[in-house]
């Protein structure tokens, strides 16, 4: 791969995951990426200090948009795991 996958939309600062109600914390997240840049999958794969329902997680990690990786100057699919933290607020 030439280029990974950068964040593009749907996390704050690229790491803080906002989600309202959320009880905050950390987790470990597997994303499937398509050569669009759309999640395909998510997968959380660890967790530290979050108790959030897992289904709410991963509602929000699926409207999450990269820059997709590239291979010279071909878009394709890729994998990225990534520690996030989980906030109500980005100003918290």
């Not at 987790?27 to 967790?47: C, D, M, P, Q, Y």
Request: hydrophobic share 45%.
């Amino acid at each position: 791969m030439t280029t990974p996958p950068a964040v593009a939309d749907g996390l704050t600062r690229g790491e803080l995951l906002e989600l309202p109600g959320t009880k905050g914390g950390y987790i470990t997240v597997r994303f499937w990426i398509n050569a669009l840049g759309e999640v395909v999958r998510a997968k959380i794969v660890g967790v530290d200090g979050n108790e959030d329902d897992e289904e709410k997680l991963l509602a929000a990690l699926r409207q999450v948009r990269f820059l997709p990786a590239r291979i010279g100057h071909a878009a394709v699919p890729s994998e990225l795991e990534m520690e996030l933290r989980v906030v109500r607020a980005a100003g918290l």
